[in-house]
């Protein structure tokens, strides 16, 4: 694994960068329709048929995808909505760092299991561990309507959701490589808009359910209709490869002898210590600097909204300049505006850094997993996505509750805005080191 195959990026022209890349050209039968769980695999793997690149059967699978990432990845993008409630009511003894743990370790869980579930994932398991952790999601959704006490929200919301969720999101990242190869930028794109959805409408939703409704019917209204995304992605969820034939051990640190691999799995750790913080506490700042209340909780919807424009154009650009020059920008841009979000004090300003910081950060993370994905062959992109996800979960685990404990000492958001910005800018300097050791001696290069 750490002597990887150079093959092109695309085989666009001449002047294509050459680096690690998916053997979608290794396997004689697509292994479509039916799921096999723990199956030996029947067919060599290292013979692939061509990647369909699209097709109804396809197309169907990035919905479904989609659907679960909306019930999943977006309604803990919501998390904004519940870290100002919770403030002002059902935890409001305590200080809003204490209460960010709570969306830290949710935040965390999404991308931790990969380590685990991202091997299981390539020796076969899919649609059982998914069908699982929609029920426990589900479950878990219910419950956190009756709870009380922190602890309580953080073993249901934090843990129970955040683990969920986790299952549906690596599942996603590794079954979409199974379909599409050229068209594998605009595939993550359609399948990130999922959570771009989820994490407008469940604001919204949360917001005038609470202010209608109790919490708990709240919640329980919000299980339902999380029930109906996750149906859909049950039902159209399917690998296309067999299993390999040699499971191996879940972890390979052999992959970390590869600089690019490494460097870029630091970059994404650096990143998600601060890109979350913005999203976090938006909502929170724009009633602090009184702003109406409302504009204030729908700020968290319109970022998440503009965030659909950046996940879609961050797919079709991935696809035409290479994801490491399509990521790098838009990551530069988020940082800025979490640097200047603090210093918005008023209805347009707040408005207008929403819309741009959702927009350069939707465009962060629906093509993140593509530098990662075309580092190795795709038999194996479930161990690989799944240890780099792993590691960049800890920066979603650290990065909200320091931004919380900077704001408890100091009581400023501009200290915050400089500590996150200063992490997302560090990310693109590990990116773009990234970058020129995948290009070597030349500068300018698809990649």
Not at 269 to 279: D, E
Not at 319 to 331: K, Q, S, V, W
């Amino acid at each position: 694994m750490s002597n990887l195959p150079e093959t092109a990026l695309s085989s666009a022209s001449s002047s294509t960068i050459f680096v690690p890349k998916p053997h979608f050209a290794d396997v004689h039968t697509p292994y479509a329709g039916s799921e096999v769980e723990k199956a030996p695999a029947q067919v060599d793997v290292e013979d692939i048929e061509e990647c369909p690149d699209g097709g109804l059967r396809a197309w169907l699978v990035v919905f479904g995808l989609a659907s679960g990432l909306c019930a999943t990845f977006g309604f803990v993008n919501a998390w904004g909505v519940f870290q100002a409630y919770y403030e002002q009511y059902t935890l409001r003894h305590m200080s809003p760092s204490d209460i960010a743990w709570i969306g830290s370790v949710q935040y965390a869980l999404v991308f931790m299991p990969g380590l685990v579930f991202g091997r299981l994932f390539d020796i076969g398991y899919l649609r059982l561990p998914v069908t699982l952790a929609s029920g426990l999601l589900i479950t878990c959704t219910f419950l956190t309507a009756e709870c009380t006490e922190f602890w309580q929200l953080l073993l249901c919301q934090g843990f129970g959701i955040g683990i969920c969720s986790g299952i549906v999101f690596n599942a996603a990242v590794g079954t979409i490589p199974h379909w599409f190869d050229k068209k594998l930028g605009l595939a993550l794109a359609g399948m990130a808009t999922g959570s771009s959805v989820g994490g407008t409408i469940f604001p919204i939703i949360l917001k005038n359910l609470i202010e209608h409704q109790s919490f708990k019917w709240t919640l329980r209204i919000t299980g339902f209709i999380i029930t109906v995304f996750l149906v859909l992605l049950n039902l159209t969820i399917a690998r296309r490869l067999p299993p390999k034939r040699h499971t191996g051990p879940f972890i390979d640190l052999s992959l970390f002898k590869s600089a690019p691999y490494s460097i870029f799995s630091l970059s994404l750790f650096t990143g998600f210590l601060g890109i979350y913080t913005c999203l976090t506490y938006i909502s929170l700042s724009g009633i602090l600097a009184g702003i109406d209340r409302d504009l204030s909780f729908y700020l968290l919807s319109i970022a998440n909204a503009c965030s659909l424009i950046g996940r879609l154009g961050g797919g079709l650009a991935a696809d035409r300049f290479g994801p490491m020059n399509a990521l790098m920008p838009p990551t530069f841009i988020a940082g800025i505006m979490t640097y200047t979000w603090p210093f918005a004090k008023t209805r347009g300003a707040l408005i207008a850094v929403a819309v741009l910081y959702g927009a350069s950060s939707g465009v962060f993370v629906s093509v993140m997993g593509a530098p990662v994905v075309q580092m190795g062959k795709v038999t194996e992109v479930g161990m690989r996505v799944g240890m780099t996800f792993t590691i960049m979960s800890l920066g979603a685990l650290a990065g909200p509750p320091i931004s919380g404990a900077i704001l408890d000492r100091t009581g400023s958001f501009e200290n915050v805005g400089y500590y996150a910005g200063t992490a997302i800018m560090v990310s693109v300097v590990f990116m773009g080191v990234a970058r020129q050791l995948l290009l070597g001696k030349r500068f300018f290069g698809r990649i």
